[in-house]
Nanobody, 114 residues
């Protein structure tokens, strides 16, 4: 059974930074692309970023040039470095495997507020 555990969320002021982590177990991590998603209160879950098994990345327009996705295959972990955070980035952030989704983890709450 694949398990995904997100961490690193918190409260940050506008313009601040956070780094989220997603640790995966129960799968051969290095073979999979990995996605980050987010869900704001009252809204549908939306795509944020993807990193392929080969390290290629793409981003939602709303986070491009502010967020960076990366991975450490030795640690079975994918990261999301978030900078220049805005109040509209407030959401619960989740990771998952595109095309072969695992059960959703508990997510990491990110709150951007002064």
């Amino acid at each position: 059974q694949v398990q995904l555990v997100e961490s690193g969320g918190g409260l940050v002021q506008p313009g601040g930074s956070l780094r989220l982590s997603c640790a995966a177990s129960g799968t051969i991590f290095r073979f999979h692309a990995m996605d980050w998603y987010r869900q704001a209160p009252g809204k549908q879950r939306e795509f944020v970023a993807r990193i392929t098994s080969g390290g290629f990345t793409n981003y939602a327009d709303s986070v491009k040039d502010r967020f960076t996705i990366s991975r450490d295959n030795a640690k079975n972990t994918v990261y999301l470095q978030m900078t220049s955070l805005k109040p509209e980035d407030t959401a619960v952030y989740y990771c998952n495997i595109p095309g072969a989704p695992a059960p959703w983890g508990q997510g990491a709450q990110v709150t951007v507020s002064s």
